[in-house]
């Protein structure tokens, strides 16, 4: 595979941000005081986000990141989401941490854990996707909990954190053979039914594709998105820090025009807590690597 040192670096860069944000997870802090913590250190990296980081809180499984002026505070069972992009080539890892004083969640994260762990050993070059599905499913139930069936790993290219195949939380049937690339493993964990619902608009935006604006503040907006993150999502915030209030009107424009991808908060439906683990793998014929830990 080509620019595999750069797959590499994204995957190193994005693990010690991930321990600089696991410190930074402490009770009553404020959610945007942690992510602007984490900006500013990848700021001094001379590196970009592959997205906003993530900070989701116990039945929120993901999407959560801080809007412009948040006053959320960590609390609970809080899921940490985040990816660097080296030059487009980009990293995705989560932890889960518990906040609760009696480390009521400290199962299910373990659980979760575990199950990142077998699927990992278990991915080779040209096995069938469901395997991986079906080996996260029979982890997470062994420990009592459930994965969440509608949320799956994924395969990363440059500047697209989604792309081509999906990888199950459990056994989907799906025979397809897994190709080299570079692979999102995902499992979530949860006591509660294991599907997620759409909740409120997360100010997690993405661009979809170039149409004409006809205001200039707006052209302006999607000129800077277009350079700036490609394809790559963002937060409503950075557009406001670098255009002010205003851009909101801009954002919502570009999103009702269908030029921007609005993502939705994602919530356990039956509002049970969710725990998440997740790491890069490089996947190569002779050789499968994690490039997070």
């Known amino acids: 595979m080509e620019n595999i040192e750069s797959w590499k670096k994204a995957g190193d860069a994005a693990s010690q941000i991930m321990q600089k944000a696991i410190q930074l997870a402490k009770p009553q802090v404020p959610l945007l005081e942690i992510a602007e913590k984490l900006e500013i250190e990848v700021k001094k990296m001379k590196l970009k986000w592959a997205f906003p980081v993530n900070l989701s809180i116990n039945e929120i499984a993901a999407h959560y990141s801080p809007l412009n002026e948040d006053k959320t505070i960590a609390r609970g069972l809080l899921k940490i989401d985040l990816g660097i992009s080296v030059d487009g080539f980009i990293s995705d890892m989560a932890r889960s941490v518990d906040l609760t004083p009696e480390q009521k969640y400290k199962d299910m994260i373990k659980a979760n854990e575990n199950a990142l762990k077998d699927a990992q050993k278990s991915i080779k070059f040209g096995m069938e996707i469901r395997e991986i599905g079906k080996t996260i499913h029979d982890s997470i139930t062994k420990a009592g909990f459930s994965p969440i069936r509608n949320l799956s ?141």
């Open 153 to 293: 790993g994924h395969e990363l290219q440059k500047n697209m954190i989604h792309a081509g195949l999906t990888i199950p939380n459990y056994d989907n049937g799906n025979m397809t053979k897994l190709p080299e690339g570079l692979f999102a493993i995902e499992p979530f964990a949860t006591s509660g039914e294991g599907i997620v619902r759409e909740g409120k608009p997360s100010g997690i935006y993405m661009l979809k594709q170039v149409k004409p604006a006809r205001d200039m503040q707006t052209r302006k907006v999607l000129e800077f998105i277009e350079n700036e993150y490609s394809t790559r999502p963002f937060a409503s915030r950075w557009i406001i820090k670098e255009f002010g209030l205003r851009s909101l009107i801009s954002l919502k424009y570009l999103e009702q025009n269908d030029i921007l991808h609005h993502f939705p908060e994602l919530i356990e439906k039956s509002k049970a807590p969710v725990s998440q683990a997740e790491n890069t793998l490089l996947v190569e014929k002779g050789r499968v690597l994690v490039l997070t830990e």
